[in-house]
């Protein structure tokens, strides 16, 4: 089979071909190269233009708005970010300091000759993200869940954002915006949550090509609320008239209730009776004070309270409503005890009275000799 007819349209590469050939025709082939450069942002770039054989012709270089930059050297435009720091017969070099993304695009490093010849630089520009921002959509309660979105405002190419907690990955909803040149990356998740979780820690980690393989990471303590817990802690030991009381109340709770209310259940609380935040102490203790002191503590996700019964002797002690002290068991333990000495007794009796009739008899037989 023979081939068939080639098209007699040039490609864009052989018209380039073609025109580095044609220059090259001269009797001395003069050429220029250019470098493609990749910068952070906020850095430094350089921006380089290499020639062969350069015979003194013009050489200018222009930004992507084909604005001349530099006239053989000379600045033709007054931004002062941009130096001509290399000028030499081999290699001409500008640098571009404080480079925005607004900065990317095609260098041009032409050479004026009898048939102008360029070469285009392109200078690409990495955005890296800052630290990510976390933002809770609704306050965690208790049996609920929160919903937690991890933001990367910001970054070029887009940034990967990861949740993590306690060392596993949680898988999030990941959405993309563009803002211009830059990517906005936002990561949402939902959690059940139970008071045991209030503290928890949650992280969400943002990676990028231009941070090397490290990280930015936003850490995120879980506040989840719920309703307090209330418990009186009794004294130590037993009271007698003449002695002082005080009692603890033990709460818990989020956010931690500020006011706590003692009261005596059905009276008022005794005249020595001092509060002194979650404690109250009442001095001089007599029978009079006997009866259920109640704590009580509350906050915008429920209330809770507990009581404190005080009997007061004279000797006696103070008897607990909900620590009441097994009395039976006591007793059981004093009757075995007495059970036990009493066996021993008998059979201390029984040995003693065999032992006497074996006595008696071996007595004849002795007789007998």
């Given at each position: 089979m023979r081939p068939g007819p080639r098209s007699l349209l040039p490609t864009p590469l052989s018209l380039s071909l073609r025109a580095l050939l044609l220059l090259c025709l001269a009797p001395r082939c003069q050429a220029v190269q250019a470098e493609n450069v990749t910068v952070l942002e906020g850095g430094t770039a350089q921006i380089s233009c290499r020639l062969q054989n350069y015979d003194g012709s013009i050489v200018v270089i222009q930004n992507p708005r084909r604005q001349t930059l530099f006239f053989n050297g000379t600045r033709a435009l007054k931004d002062d970010r941009f130096q001509m720091v290399l000028f030499?017969?081999?290699?001409?070099?500008?640098?571009?300091?404080?480079?925005?993304?607004?900065?990317?695009?095609?260098?041009?490093?032409?050479?004026?000759?009898d048939d102008t010849h360029h070469q285009v630089a392109t200078l690409s520009v990495s955005v890296p993200p800052d630290t990510p921002t976390v933002e809770v959509k609704q306050e965690a309660v208790e049996g609920g869940e929160v919903e937690l979105t991890c933001l990367s405002p910001r970054s070029k190419p887009p940034a990967t954002l990861r949740w993590i907690r306690d060392r596993r990955?949680?898988?999030?909803?990941?959405?993309?915006?563009?803002?211009?040149?830059?990517?906005?990356?936002?990561?949402?998740?939902?959690?059940?949550?139970?008071?045991?979780?209030?503290?928890?820690?949650?992280?969400?980690?943002?990676?990028?090509?231009?941070?090397?393989?490290?990280?930015?990471?936003?850490?995120?303590?879980?506040?989840?609320?719920?309703?307090?817990?209330?418990?009186?802690?009794?004294?130590?030991?037993?009271?007698?008239?003449?002695?002082?009381?005080?009692?603890?109340?033990?709460?818990?709770?989020?956010?931690?209730?500020?006011?706590?209310?003692?009261?005596?259940?059905?009276?008022t609380l005794p005249e020595r009776a001092e509060i002194s935040g979650p404690t109250?102490?009442?001095?001089?203790?007599?029978?009079?004070?006997?009866?259920?002191?109640?704590?009580?503590?509350?906050?915008?996700?429920?209330?809770?309270?507990?009581?404190?019964?005080?009997?007061?002797?004279?000797?006696?002690?103070?008897?607990?409503?909900?620590?009441?002290?097994?009395?039976?068991?006591?007793?059981?333990?004093?009757?075995?005890?007495?059970?036990?000495?009493?066996?021993?007794?008998?059979?201390?009796?029984?040995?003693?009275?065999r032992q006497k009739g074996s006595y008696r008899t071996q007595e004849p037989i002795l007789n007998w000799y």
């Amino acid at each position: 089979m023979r081939p068939g007819p080639r098209s007699l349209l040039p490609t864009p590469l052989s018209l380039s071909l073609r025109a580095l050939l044609l220059l090259c025709l001269a009797p001395r082939c003069q050429a220029v190269q250019a470098e493609n450069v990749t910068v952070l942002e906020g850095g430094t770039a350089q921006i380089s233009c290499r020639l062969q054989n350069y015979d003194g012709s013009i050489v200018v270089i222009q930004n992507p708005r084909r604005q001349t930059l530099f006239f053989n050297g000379t600045r033709a435009l007054k931004d002062d970010r941009f130096q001509m720091v290399l000028f030499t017969p081999r290699l001409v070099r500008i640098t571009l300091t404080n480079v925005s993304v607004s900065d990317e695009g095609g260098y041009f490093c032409q050479l004026y000759t009898d048939d102008t010849h360029h070469q285009v630089a392109t200078l690409s520009v990495s955005v890296p993200p800052d630290t990510p921002t976390v933002e809770v959509k609704q306050e965690a309660v208790e049996g609920g869940e929160v919903e937690l979105t991890c933001l990367s405002p910001r970054s070029k190419p887009p940034a990967t954002l990861r949740w993590i907690r306690d060392r596993r990955e949680i898988p999030g909803v990941v959405s993309q915006q563009e803002n211009g040149k830059t990517v906005s990356v936002s990561s949402t998740i939902r959690l059940p949550v139970e008071r045991k979780d209030n503290g928890a820690a949650v992280s969400c980690e943002a990676s990028h090509p231009a941070l090397g393989g490290q990280k930015r990471v936003r850490h995120y303590r879980l506040d989840v609320y719920f309703a307090p817990t209330v418990r009186i802690i009794p004294p130590p030991g037993i009271l007698r008239e003449g002695d002082s009381l005080s009692l603890t109340c033990s709460i818990t709770g989020n956010p931690l209730p500020r006011d706590v209310q003692w009261t005596r259940i059905n009276d008022t609380l005794p005249e020595r009776a001092e509060i002194s935040g979650p404690t109250l102490q009442v001095a001089r203790l007599s029978q009079s004070h006997n009866g259920t002191y109640l704590c009580q503590a509350q906050n915008n996700y429920g209330r809770a309270a507990d009581h404190y019964t005080l009997l007061v002797y004279d000797p006696g002690a103070v008897i607990e409503t909900h620590s009441a002290v097994p009395y039976a068991v006591i007793g059981g333990v004093l009757a075995l005890l007495v059970f036990t000495i009493i066996c021993v007794l008998i059979v201390t009796v029984w040995c003693s009275v065999r032992q006497k009739g074996s006595y008696r008899t071996q007595e004849p037989i002795l007789n007998w000799y």
